[in-house]
């Protein structure tokens, strides 16, 4: 059974840094594919970030330059180092993972988390 579980959501100020991770179990993590997603209030869902088990990794043109994704092999894990954070960046950010494909093909995703929350607020 695949399992994904979020962590490092909180409350950020505009301007600084946050790192959420997401822990994986029951996955042959190797050939798998790891992307972050987010959906903030009235908006869909979108992908941020993907990453594949050879370290290869995508981002949308959106947060390309504030955010950097990276996955620990060894101890089953991805985490998404976000900078300059706006208020705009409030969501609720979600891990999945997809097995084969482009890591940038978002539609794909089809193992989800639930979520961590991320506010920026002064």
């Known amino acids: 059974h695949v399992q994904l579980v979020e962590s490092g959501g909180g409350s950020v100020q505009p301007g600084g840094s946050l790192r959420i991770s997401c822990a994986a179990s029951?996955?042959?993590?190797?050939?798998?594919?790891m992307g972050w997603f987010r959906q903030g209030p009235g908006k869909e869902r979108e992908g941020l970030a993907g990453?594949?088990?050879?370290?290869?990794?995508i981002y949308d043109n959106s947060v390309r330059g504030r955010i950097s994704i990276s996955r620990d092999v060894g101890k089953n894990t991805v985490s998404l180092e976000m900078n300059s954070l706006k208020s705009d960046d409030t969501a609720i950010y979600y891990c999945a993972a997809k097995y084969g494909g482009n890591c940038g093909d978002w539609a794909q995703y089809n193992n989800w988390g639930q979520g961590t929350q991320v506010t920026v607020s002064s």
């Open positions: 029951g996955y042959y993590w190797t050939s798998s594919r």
């Open positions: 990453v594949s088990g050879g370290g290869i990794t």
